[in-house]
Each structure stands twice: as structure tokens, then as C-alpha cells.
């Protein structure tokens, strides 16, 4: 032991005490010290409500709402939420947690907030709404009530890859202190039942109360729950195994425990341990000290500077910089330093992070682009570091505090100067996307200014910057160039930026920003706040420039027919199963309960793409304590390939000789416990010899000739399409164009990772995993373990969230726990981490199109010619190219086509299919023509669609885009109108653009045959109630609710008697996968066909005047069978048909930065007549944001020589948060709408709308195109997706030297060198538009 006078107890004595939902847990010695509030609330306490995902406090599911004791006001406890995988559980002692669960069930009756995700339609998979009801609850109890402002802002840091969010803000604002109207009586129409006013104060419910008040009988449930026990924090120091863990309560006795620390020993000093987010533990610790009880760290003293303490969170501080700004003269600026921290991290983040641990962060990782230290740094705050052997403490400046050595030292506190007025502070961050993200690059400005004396600088300014290199900190030459110089004289300003220009030297790291746009940035920054600082003085042009994009708060329309006639088929009922996904009672496969033998998979990953194994040592990891067993694929008893009907090559389960791809299993640590086998599997040794450069892109296979024709998936033919003589035309056409356009990847990114869990049983293995295809899980288990299929039985209760991640990829996770449960003949859960995820499953296809174009003036197509490959991975199971002749026409009529469809190979994991795979590329495709068209032709895209459209139709159909829906769009968003404000808009900024674009689609939807599922419906004689097994799956598209809607219908029967279990291979033998968007169609018309056979029969026996009940009883008694089977393959298999829809949206760009704000997406689609319009609307709204992301922030970046995916993690992957969605998102189902081939008249809703998502694009394009205009560059650009922030900015091709204070009429003459100016220069992007190419040229190779 240490020197010191720290408690020295052991574990139980005192006892570490954590009360979840109100009863008390004793942390015991079987718990390690590294063991998180998430592990624990699910292992030990069985309260698997609460999920996770990242760990690494990037996606809210695991939020959980804590009550401690608040070390500002003694006596007193603060409430919050938190992200518990961040969390460790001895930092919880005497806290009360309270997880989903305490909220409400089945049983007691639903809170509020559940009744209310419920009822706005909040939740598809369901995965992420016990987080996002926690992360609503615990701001609603932290602030006693919320505005729609704080329901948008809490969200920041929970993400959900199926609602599009819309519903979400929604539901949660309805309960707002200023909630609209129209959401208030949404609500109340849904179910009045849901009382949201309350009876004791006869306000509208916030759902929650303050202590005390309330009424104690609310079916809200909200009494009581600010009751929990807290204990008052008490020091205590306990051995667990070979870990200490101290909790020190005063900084003598934490200065005692580093004084008495031996060198060697291995420590974690921990405050909110939300640092692990970022950079991952160093495991394993010998000793953790949590200071978080350190009272003297919590001191906030306000006098003549402000005096915060280490332990303070970032929320706390924002609180302090808000009042401070606003009450004390000369702190005006922390509400700059307020607005800033507020973008940091996330809601959960801010609660228990600390800004010194953000500090530490910065020390220890100099490259880490920290705002809490460019903050602090340009608003020249000191800190306070107390030293452990002579217990004193220096104040020092945050640049000599970069420098010290920590070890043995604390940071106690800071300190924040006030500030004189005339001192400008302004700070930035510019991020990939608009919240819960790292900065590119951020940067911060102080600015002592003589306003009087043409803005003159009158002492050294800081001109700061984060994100650049590991070593930068701030512009000195620039500074002191300014000081006594005028900012308001051009020449001044533009020597400044390049100055700033040769300073900034940004390091280049594959994970990074392109250097040159860093550099610019910085110089782009500054600018802006020089045009903010100046104000009227510069030209009204430019002025916009200085602005940053404020988002207002965000709304949503939702217009559809709600045909009476047909309810329950028709009826907007909230989905069946959303109550008990908000309320964590939905069991996924994770949640099942382990068996007492239960074991634990991870697996070993290679770390080369192209390499062979020369040996592998797993005794590192066995020698782990608790670890079991190392699997690989000598263990496989049948075929290591884990593809079954899922594509024709072998994808190995584990590597044999080598390794196809950077990721791939190579084996798996099985061990007692989950943590320990992740952990142990990174311990495996792996020798590697041969190891090459790796293909990672289309067009270096395309050079090293990976590629073949494509196959057509259903026809198993690879051959080019042709349609009329494209040569003939295309010789004669007045106007030829090529181009290309290249679409990246995208990860499904589904809440629920890949999991599956195998347990033996007597005649084979049990399999719970979370497939979108059964019988392919089924086959394919069969086939890896050499049994026959008939003893696997697979089962599946519901997944959460699919988009094509489950289909073939799951495979490899049930193959390989299926090995290893028969290996050690025990049962074996994997549950993926979401880096093993992202690493070893596929992704969607990248994409790369090539085209030749003739037409006419009007912009008609006469001839095209398109060569589109799509990227397949190391092998060609999953490739979508092949089927996209059709797609590739949209709703357009070209007279001569060629269609070339090409597969390339890589050395990348095998990518898969992902929500509209294909279909979605090819639609892009032909609307990037379209576009290059209209830009040669300089026509309004949207008549060049027109004069394309599509006008031979079959007998029944009609163009109803012409006809119907471009008609009501137009209307609604005054398309004329809009675009001639915009044009002046765009005229009148020369640094704020703004871009509007529609795009119109067809969808044929034909059902494949081999698209074929079993359904069951049984009918209890013992009530009356139905139950149906189908053989799709549900993972959110509501596929249960619509069959439940239409048995209902048919059978004629309240909906409340129908109930749908889970999917298994009995009922549902021989089903096809669930995807496609056929899924729910088929299983819904299945259902249909098998009632209508039950009801037929029943009618036999029918009496007037008798009950359902009483009808089936009778039917039993007279020996007539209640259940009934059917295949969808019969003969009433519905047709194919068309779908109809188009999307405007409308985008605001900040030229300066490349970031941009959707202000509006309006879609009209055609659902025929709708089954359940708040289902189908969800799958719009979801699929639209799915492809926002997959065309804007979502962006994969590899490791050039080793082939590894850097992108693993939510820091470096970004989906659209609730921050990215249109400010105004309106969805209008087409009114009058039928389908003669549908189910009762319905059309499907799953995918389409992802194919109308390039329109993100078409309209960034518009604005990009202003900027470039304003720049000098006119004509087509080509541009690849994703279009990130960083990629827009560098395609306005912004330029230092255009960076000036007056438009060109009032521009000064400038009275140094040109050439000076020519800073930096964006990447000139090639312009392969050519009216003069000849036809040779032209050809696609
Ligand atoms: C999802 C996510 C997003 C984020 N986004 C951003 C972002 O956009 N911008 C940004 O700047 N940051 C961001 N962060 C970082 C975040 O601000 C920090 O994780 C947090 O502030 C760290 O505080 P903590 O109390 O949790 O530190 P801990 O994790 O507890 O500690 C971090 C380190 O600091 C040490 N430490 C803590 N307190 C002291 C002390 N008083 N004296 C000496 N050493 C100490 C610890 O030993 C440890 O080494 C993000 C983090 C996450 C998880
Ligand atoms: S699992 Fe905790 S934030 Fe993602
Ligand atoms: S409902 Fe949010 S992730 Fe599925």
C-alpha cells in the first residue's frame, strides 16, 4: 500500500452499493474494476432494456439517467444522463441509476414519453428508443421542464438509422413546454387515454414532477422517482483481484495516493472516463483512481475572473459562462466559449465529461483537435496544476501545460480573465457533420480593435487553430503583422491570410482532411471574422459571408388519405410491437437470457488485406483468465464458406493460408465472459508473411483488369443490354457529352449489430441470430457444421434495423458460433463490437459510372451509353450491377441504350447488399446525366427531365409523374417562384449559396420469383384469438403490423384479437429473405389469402347475430380446422407494378466552409392506398435520411498499405444526426391513389425512396455551381459522393485572393503582388464536358 491515510477497505466492507430502478446492488470482487454501468445493468442486474453499440458514447442506446450527490450544493443530488457504456460501475457507488424499465411496462402502464414515441409513430426496429426516451427523460428531470429547443438540442448524441428522426422530435416536443398545437392534439386524437394534462396542476404533462408535487396517483408514473436512495460520496479504496481502485474525497488524500504510487504501477486517473470515446484504454490497469469525489476540484468562484474547478462538467460550465455572460461586465465573451462548448461532444458526453479530462486528452494526444483547449486558449484562461510530492500548485498558460510532464501532477482548476469590450473573441468549429463530431479543423480569435481608427488592432491578436498538426497552436507571424495594422484595409487583410496560408501546415494522415482545404480553412475563418468585425463596412455582397448557418428549429407535414372504408387496413395505428420497444421489453437476439453454460465469442481479425499467415499464437490470449478456447477454421466439421444460396464463391468463416481482405476472422477467443473474449482476442499473435499492396478501388481493379461482366442476379446472365443503334445515333446527334460519376460506400450501420447465439441441443443446435434470411442462416449452418438442415432451427423475434446487413453477412457471426459451440458442445453468443462489425462485414457496393450522352437541343436523349461497375469486395456474391438496365431508365425514354454492367474485385472485405442496392447508383447515374445535359445546355434540369419523360406505357398504366405528382409538387413548393428567389439570393451573396433541385422516379416493382414465403394462421378455439407466424422478418419496416392490419380485415375481427410471433423455419421453411421491399407485400398478401381460405370455411357454419367467438367455437365442434399454411408462390402471387414519386429539396451553403443546411425536402410518392400511412411514411422519411448520409457525411477511408478500414468507429463514421435532417421535411402520400396489383390496393414503401436521395446532390450542385460562377469557373464539374462538407468547399474553388472586404465595383487597388495572394490553390477538379470531344474520344473503355 501507499503512503496516506485513504480508508483501506476491501470489497464489501464498506460495501460498494449502486441502486438501479430502486434496488440496491452490491458491487462484489466477481465484478472487475473495469467492468461498465452497461455490462452491469445488463449482466447483474438482467435488465436488458438499456442496449449498446459503440461504446464509445458516439450512439445514445446505452443512455441511462443517473441521481448522485451534486458536489456544488452539499446535501443536494444532481440528475443527468449518461451514456453507460462509458461509465464504469465503481464510479456509481451510492448513485441511483434508473434504465428504461423504471419508466413503465406492460404491467403498471407507460410513461409519458413511451405514449408518446408510441404515438407519433417513433420507433421501426425499436433499438434506439429505450436510449432516446432516457436521454429525453434525463434532461426533462434535470431541467423540471423542456422547449421544443431543449428536445432537439438533448438529442444531439442519439442516433437512429430508420426514423429519419422526424416522428422522434415530434413525439418528444408534443410533451414541450411550447409544444405546437397540431402536435399536442396529434397526440390526443391517437389515444386519449394518454392524459397528458395533469390532474394535480392541470398543466400539460412534462413527465416528470418536481419533489413533492404531483399527483401520487398519475398513470404517468412519475412520483417517486426523484426518491431514489443517494448515499453522500465516502471515500474507500478496494483490491479486486490484482486492481486497486481508490476513491479518494479530498485533494490531500488523492496527493497521498500518487505520492505512495510505485512508477511501475499502471494507473488510471479517472473523472467522467467519457475519454475512452476517444482513445481507448490502455488495458490492462493495475490501479484506477477516481477523482470525481475530490471536493476541492468542484470549486467555482466568480470575482475579478472566473475560477473553475477540474472536476466541473462541460454542462456545469456552460451553465457558468451563460450566467456569467449575462450578469457580469467583462464576460460577455463566455457566451461565445458557451456556444462553442455546447457543439462539443454530445448532451450524455457534456454531463459527466470534464473539461480537464478534455485537457488531458489534448496533453497526452497532442494531435487530438480539442475545443475545450482552443477555447480556453483564445480567451486566455490559466490552469491551476497541483504537484503530488510538494502538494502546491503553479498556475500556468495552456501552452506551457502542453509541455509539462503529468505524471504524479492533477489539474486543479482554471482560470478565465475578464475581457475589455473592444475585444473581439470568436471561435469556430467546422465539422463533417453538424453535431457530435471531431472539427476538421477549429479555430479561435481575440481581436483588440480600435473601432474608431479603421478597426486597427491595437495589441497582439490571436489568431488559434485546432486540427492542423500535432504541434501547432496559434499564427504568429499573422499576429503581430496585424498589430497597429487596419483590418479594415484590404491589402492588410489579404497579407494577413498569407501569412496564415505559410504558417497553417496541416499534417496529411489518411483519416484527416485533405491538407489544402485545413489551410484554407484556416484562412477562410478568418476572414469570416473580419467580415463580422467590420459589418456595414463591407459590401452587402459579402457581409453574408461573416454569418455562420443558424438552424431554426426543424418541423415536418405528413398529407395522406385515410380511406375509412378499409380500417384496420388503411388506418395509421402506431406499430404493434412500439410499446414494448419503448419501454425495453422487446427482446432482440442480444437480450435472450443466458443459459447457465453460456460462453462468449470474439474474433481475431487480420490486419493486412493481402498476406500470407504464416503462424498463429493464441497462449497470450488463452493464458487470459476466464478465456476458454481458441476456434479457427480446423475446427470446421463441414465446408468453411458461410455462403449458401447467397452467391456462388466460397467466403470463408476463418482465413486458412492467407487473407483476402484487412478485417477478416481468422479465428475465435471463446471465454466466460464478453469482455474478456474482445479483449483477449486482440492478444492473439499473428505472424505474416508475402504481404502486398492491396486493390482498394474500382479504378485501380479496373487497371489491374479485376473486373468481368456482371451477372443478373435472377437470370444468372452477364451480357451488355443494347436497345436501337446507339452508334448510328449517337453519329448524328447535335450535342455529345461523357463524364463519370463515382458513389461511395456506405455502412448499414444498424443498431443492433450482428449477433447470434447457438445453442446445442438433442438433435442439433438452436439458432437465435439476427438474419433478414432464415432459411440462408439455416443452410448455411447446416453446411458449415456438415449436418443436415432439418436440425437446425432458427428463430428470429425481430432484429433491429437490417437495410441488407443481415442477409449474407450474418453468416459469418452464426457459422462461426455454431463452430464453436459444437467445439466446446456449449452454447456460444457473439455480439460484434461495432468496430469488428464495420471491419469485417461488407458494405454497399461503391459504385463508378461512365458515360456517353447524345441529344437534341431541348435536351432529349437520343443515344446513350453507360458503363457502371459497381465494387464487389474480395469476391462476387452480393454484386447488384448486374440488374440495372431498367433502373438505369428511370422514368425516362431513351430511343438507343447501351447498358455495360461490370463487377470489379478488390482487396476489401465483400460488400453486400444496402437498402435500394443498385437502384439507387443507377438513378443517380441517369440523373448526373441529366443534369450534365441541362448544364451544357443551360436549361432548368427539371425541363430536361421533362422532355425525357417516359410516354410508352403499358395498357393499364400512365405516366402518373406528368400527370399527378410533378403537378403537386411544383404547386407546393412554388418551384417557379422559388427558383427566381433563389437566383437573386445566390447574386446577391457572393459567400452564401443556396441550390433547389427535383427529381423524379420510377420504381418497377416485380416480385422475383424465387421470392416466396410461408405463412401461418391459427385461430385459438379457446377465445377466438389469431396468431400468424410469417416467414419475413421484422426489423422495422412494420412487415407485423401490416399482416395484423389485413387479418383483421379479412377475418373481420378487432385487431387487438391478432398477434404475430416470432419468424422461425418450421412455419416459415424455405422463405426467402426479407428485403427488397417484398417482404411486407408478400407475407401481407399471404396472410390475406390464408384468412380468406379460414373465413370461407368458417362462413359454411355462420349464423346471424352470433359473436366472433361464438362462430368459432361452433367451427371447432363441427371438426372444421382453424389454422391454415400458405405459399406465396401460387397462383394469386399479385403482379409487379410501378411505383411513382419525386423530391424537391432545397440547400443553403456556407461557401466559405463547405457546410450547408437542407432547409427543405418536400416528397410526393405513390403508395397505391396506403395499409398503415404512418408506417409507410416512416420508411420514406428513414430511407431519405439513409441516403442524405450515404451521399454527404458517410465517407470509408482506408489505410493505403495495409488495406484497413480506418472509418471502424462513430468518431470517424459519421450518419446524419437529428441535426442533419431538412429543417422542414414534408411527406405527401399521392391522394386517389390505387393499386390493382397490390395488397388491397397498396404499393410498397421500403426502398424507393433512397433512389430519390441524389437530389442532396443535384441541389448542393446548384448552389456549388453559383460559387464557382461567382469564382470565374463556369460549366460542368464532376463530383464524387459523398459530397462532404470538405468536398463542397473545395469544388467553389475559394481562393485567399478572392477573400476581399468590397465587391468588385468597390474594390480598393490592392498594392502588393499578385502572385502573393496565390496562397493556396483548391485541386482543380478535370471538366470533361466537351462539346468538340469526336466519338473516339468519347468511348468508354
Ligand atoms: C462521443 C464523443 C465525442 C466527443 N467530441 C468532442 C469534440 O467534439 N470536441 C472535443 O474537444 N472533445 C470531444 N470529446 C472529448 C470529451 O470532451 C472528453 O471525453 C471529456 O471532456 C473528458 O472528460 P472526462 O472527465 O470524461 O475525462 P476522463 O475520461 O475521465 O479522463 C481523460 C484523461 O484525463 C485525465 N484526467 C481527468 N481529470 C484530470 C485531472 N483533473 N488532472 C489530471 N488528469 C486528469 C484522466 O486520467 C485521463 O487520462 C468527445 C468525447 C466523446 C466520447
Ligand atoms: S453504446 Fe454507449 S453511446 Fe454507443
Ligand atoms: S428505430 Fe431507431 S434505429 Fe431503428
Request: aromatic share 8%; with cysteine.
Amino acid at each position: 500500500m501507499m503512503e496516506g491515510d485513504i480508508t483501506d477497505g476491501s470489497v464489501g466492507d464498506p460495501p460498494i452499493v449502486v441502486t438501479i430502478n430502486n434496488k440496491t446492488y452490491t458491487v462484489g470482487p466477481e465484478v472487475p474494476p473495469w467492468t461498465t454501468l452497461v455490462d452491469f445493468i445488463r449482466e447483474r442486474a438482467k435488465l436488458p432494456g438499456t442496449k449498446y453499440l459503440c461504446r464509445e458514447g458516439g450512439c445514445g442506446v446505452c443512455t441511462v439517467v443517473a441521481t448522485r450527490p451534486d458536489p456544488l450544493t452539499p446535501g443536494a443530488s444532481t440528475t443527468h444522463s449518461l451514456h453507460s457504456c462509458q461509465t464504469l460501475v465503481y464510479s456509481c457507488a451510492g448513485w441511483s441509476i434508473e434504465t428504461i424499465e423504471n419508466l413503465g411496462n406492460r404491467y403498471d402502464g407507460y410513461h409519458s414519453l413511451q405514449k408518446a414515441l408510441t404515438g407519433f409513430y417513433g420507433t421501426q426496429c425499436g433499438y434506439c428508443s429505450p436510449g432516446m426516451i432516457m436521454a429525453m427523460y434525463g434532461q426533462m428531470k434535470s431541467l423540471g421542464s423542456v422547449s421544443s429547443e431543449d428536445v432537439e438540442a438533448t438529442l444531439d448524441g442519439n442516433l437512429c438509422r430508420c426514423t429519419g428522426y422526424r416522428p422522434i422530435l415530434d413525439a418528444f416536443k408534443s410533451l414541450a413546454t411550447d409544444a405546437p398545437e397540431h402536435l399536442k392534439n396529434k397526440l390526443v386524437d391517437i389515444e386519449d387515454a394518454y392524459k397528458n394534462k395533469c390532474s394535480s396542476t392541470g398543466n400539460w404533462c412534462k413527465g416528470v414532477c418536481k419533489p413533492g408535487s404531483g399527483d401520487k396517483n398519475c398513470s404517468n408514473k412519475v412520483n417517486g422517482l426523484n426518491k431514489q436512495a443517494i448515499t453522500v460520496p465516502e471515500e474507500f479504496m478496494v483490491t479486486v483481484g490484482a486492481v486497486i481502485w481508490y476513491r479518494p474525497t479530498s485533494l490531500e488524500k488523492l496527493y497521498n495516493i500518487l505520492r505512495g504510487m510505485n512508477p511501475q504501477v499502471k494507473v488510471k486517473m479517472i473523472a467522467g472516463n467519457t475519454g475512452e470515446g476517444v482513445y481507448k484504454s490502455d488495458f490492462p490497469y493495475s490501479a484506477y483512481i477516481s477523482i470525481a469525489s475530490v471536493i476541492e476540484l468542484y470549486n467555482v468562484q466568480a470575482d475579478s475572473s472566473l475560477s473553475l474547478g477540474a472536476c466541473l462538467t462541460l454542462r456545469r460550465c456552460i451553465e457558468a459562462f451563460e450566467h456569467m455572460a449575462d450578469n457580469t461586465p467583462g464576460f460577455q465573451h463566455l457566451a461565445v466559449l458557451a456556444e462553442h462548448w455546447k457543439k462539443v461532444a454530445n448532451t450524455s458526453v457534456r454531463n459527466m465529461g470534464s473539461w480537464a479530462g478534455n485537457l488531458m486528452l489534448k496533453h497526452n494526444n497532442p494531435e487530438f483537435p480539442s475545443d475545450v483547449f482552443l477555447t480556453l486558449y483564445t480567451a486566455g484562461a490559466k490552469l491551476t496544476i497541483g504537484n503530488s510530492d510538494t502538494k502546491t500548485g503553479v498556475s500556468v498558460t495552456l501552452d506551457t501545460f502542453l509541455q509539462m510532464e503529468m505524471n504524479k501532477n492533477v489539474i486543479l482548476g482554471m482560470t478565465l480573465p475578464p475581457i475589455p469590450r473592444n475585444v473581439h473573441i470568436r471561435t469556430f468549429k467546422i465539422t463533417p457533420r453538424s453535431v457530435n463530431a471531431h472539427a476538421y479543423v477549429n479555430a479561435g480569435f481575440r481581436l483588440k480593435i480600435n473601432p474608431k481608427n479603421g478597426f486597427q488592432v491595437i495589441e497582439v491578436p490571436t489568431i488559434a487553430y485546432g486540427g492542423i498538426n500535432p504541434n501547432f497552436i496559434q499564427c504568429e507571424k499573422a499576429g503581430k503583422y496585424l498589430l497597429n495594422r487596419k483590418l479594415s484595409d484590404s491589402t492588410v487583410l489579404l497579407k494577413a491570410l498569407k501569412l496564415i496560408g505559410q504558417e497553417v501546415v496541416p499534417n496529411s494522415e489518411p483519416q484527416l482532411a485533405d491538407p489544402k482545404y485545413r489551410t484554407l480553412l484556416a484562412q477562410t475563418l478568418f476572414y469570416k471574422t473580419v467580415i463580422k468585425i467590420l459589418g456595414k463596412r463591407v459590401s452587402a455582397i459579402i457581409r453574408s459571408g461573416g454569418l455562420t448557418l443558424d438552424r431554426p428549429l426543424s418541423s415536418g407535414s405528413q398529407v395522406f388519405d385515410m380511406n375509412k372504408e378499409t380500417w384496420p387496413v388503411g388506418e395509421p395505428i402506431p406499430k404493434i410491437e412500439s410499446t414494448v420497444q419503448c419501454s425495453g421489453e422487446a427482446e432482440y437476439v442480444n437480450d435472450i437470457p443466458a443459459s447457465p453454460d453460456e460462453v462468449h465469442g470474439a474474433f481475431v481479425l487480420s490486419q493486412y488485406a493481402c498476406a500470407t499467415i504464416k503462424h498463429v499464437d493464441p497462449a497470450p490470449a488463452l493464458a487470459v483468465p476466464g478465456v476458454l478456447s481458441y476456434v479457427s477454421s480446423s475446427d470446421i466439421p463441414g465446408k468453411n464458406s458461410f455462403v449458401a444460396k447467397a452467391g456462388k464463391f466460397v467466403d470463408p468463416i476463418f482465413a486458412e493460408e492467407g487473407v483476402l481482405y484487412c478485417g477478416q476472422p481468422i479465428g475465435l477467443i471463446v471465454a466466460e465472459d464478453r469482455d474478456i473474449a474482445v479483449k483477449a482476442a486482440k492478444l492473439v499473435q499473428i505472424e505474416y508473411s508475402d504481404i502486398e499492396t492491396p486493390v482498394l478501388t474500382i479504378q485501380e481493379a479496373l487497371e489491374k483488369g479485376r473486373y468481368e461482366l456482371a451477372e443478373d442476379w435472377q437470370t444468372g446472365e452477364a451480357e451488355e443490354f443494347t436497345k436501337g443503334n446507339f452508334y448510328a445515333k449517337f453519329r448524328e446527334t447535335k450535342h455529345k457529352l461523357v463524364g463519370q460519376l463515382v458513389q461511395g460506400t456506405q455502412f448499414h450501420l444498424t443498431m443492433e449489430p450482428l449477433s447470434a447465439r447457438v445453442v446445442p441441443i438433442e438433435d442439433g443446435y438452436d439458432v437465435f441470430c439476427t438474419t433478414q434470411w432464415p432459411t440462408e442462416t439455416q443452410e448455411s449452418t447446416a453446411q458449415v457444421l456438415g449436418i443436415p438442415a432439418h436440425r437446425i432451427n432458427v428463430s428470429v423475434r425481430r432484429i433491429g434495423g437490417g437495410y441488407g446487413a443481415k442477409i449474407s453477412r450474418q453468416h459469418i457471426v452464426s457459422g462461426a458460433a455454431a463452430v464453436a459451440a459444437r467445439k466446446l458442445k456449449r452454447t456460444v453468443r457473439i455480439n460484434l463490437d461495432l468496430h469488428a462489425n464495420m471491419a469485417i462485414a461488407g458494405w454497399r457496393e461503391p459504385y463508378l459510372s461512365k458515360y456517353e450522352v447524345g441529344f437534341d437541343d431541348t435536351g432529349r436523349v437520343e443515344a446513350l451509353k453507360i458503363e457502371i461497375t459497381s465494387d464487389a469486395g474480395h469476391c462476387r456474391n452480393n454484386v447488384s450491377s448486374g440488374w440495372l438496365r431498367g433502373r438505369l431508365q428511370n422514368c425516362y425514354e431513351f430511343p438507343s441504350l447501351i447498358v455495360r454492367p461490370l463487377a470489379v474485385t478488390t482487396d476489401t472485405a465483400a460488400n453486400t447488399w444496402c437498402r435500394a442496392p443498385g437502384s439507387t447508383e443507377a438513378v443517380a447515374t441517369t440523373e448526373n446525366i441529366m443534369e450534365h445535359i441541362a448544364t451544357y445546355l443551360q436549361l432548368d434540369p427539371l425541363e430536361v427531365r421533362k422532355a425525357n419523360m417516359l410516354t410508352m406505357l403499358g395498357p393499364v398504366e400512365r405516366n402518373v409523374l406528368v400527370e399527378d405528382i410533378l403537378p403537386i409538387l411544383e404547386k407546393k413548393i412554388m418551384y417557379q417562384q422559388r427558383k427566381q428567389e433563389i437566383a437573386s439570393f445566390n447574386k446577391a451573396n457572393r459567400w452564401r449559396k443556396k441550390g433547389l433541385s427535383i427529381l423524379p422516379l420510377l420504381y418497377p416493382l416485380h416480385y422475383p420469383s424465387s421470392f416466396r414465403y410461408g405463412i401461418q394462421v391459427v385461430i385459438y378455439e379457446h377465445d377466438g384469438t389469431v396468431a400468424i407466424s410469417h416467414g419475413g422478418i421484422e426489423m422495422g419496416q412494420g412487415i407485423n403490423t401490416k399482416v395484423a392490419q389485413v387479418a383483421a380485415h379479412t377475418l373481420n375481427i378487432p385487431l387487438e384479437l391478432v398477434t404475430v410471433k416470432a419468424s422461425n423455419t418450421m412455419a416459415g421453411a424455405n422463405s426467402k429473405v426479407t428485403g427488397g421491399s417484398y417482404g411486407s407485400d408478400l407475407c401481407a398478401h399471404g396472410v390475406k389469402v390464408a384468412c380468406s381460405k379460414i373465413i370461407d370455411r368458417m362462413t359454411t357454419l355462420k349464423e346471424d347475430e352470433q359473436t366472433w367467438q361464438e362462430l368459432v367455437k361452433k367451427c371447432h365442434s363441427h371438426d372444421l380446422d382453424l389454422c391454415e399454411r400458405y405459399w406465396t408462390a401460387s397462383r394469386e402471387h399479385p403482379d409487379g407494378y410501378s411505383i411513382w414519386a419525386a423530391a424537391s429539396l432545397e440547400v443553403e451553403l456556407d461557401v466559405l466552409t463547405g457546410q450547408y443546411l437542407i432547409q427543405s425536402c418536400d416528397i410526393v410518392e405513390d403508395c397505391g392506398r396506403s395499409m398503415n400511412p404512418y408506417v409507410d411514411i416512416g420508411q420514406i422519411e428513414g430511407s431519405l435520411i439513409m441516403g442524405f448520409g450515404m451521399y454527404t457525411s458517410e465517407e470509408v477511408k482506408f489505410e493505403h498499405d495495409t488495406g484497413k478500414k480506418i472509418s471502424t468507429s462513430t468518431w470517424e463514421y459519421k450518419v446524419p444526426t437529428a441535426f442533419d435532417i431538412p429543417v422542414k421535411m414534408n411527406v405527401t402520400l399521392l391522394p386517389n391513389a390505387n393499386n390493382p396489383f397490390g395488397v388491397l390496393g397498396s404499393k410498397a414503401t421500403g426502398e424507393p425512396a433512397l433512389n430519390l436521395t441524389f437530389v442532396v446532390v443535384t441541389a448542393l450542385r446548384e448552389a456549388i455551381a453559383s460559387a464557382r460562377a461567382d469564382a470565374g469557373t463556369t460549366g460542368w464539374f464532376t463530383l464524387d459522393t459523398p459530397l462532404t462538407v470538405e468536398k463542397i468547399q473545395q469544388l467553389c474553388l475559394v481562393k485567399p485572393r478572392q477573400m476581399v472586404l468590397r465587391s468588385s465595383e468597390e474594390q480598393d487597388t490592392l498594392d502588393i503582388e499578385d502572385e502573393d495572394f496565390v496562397l493556396v490553390e483548391t485541386q482543380q477538379i478535370p471538366d470533361v464536358s466537351s462539346e468538340s470531344q469526336t466519338e473516339d474520344s468519347c468511348r468508354l473503355t
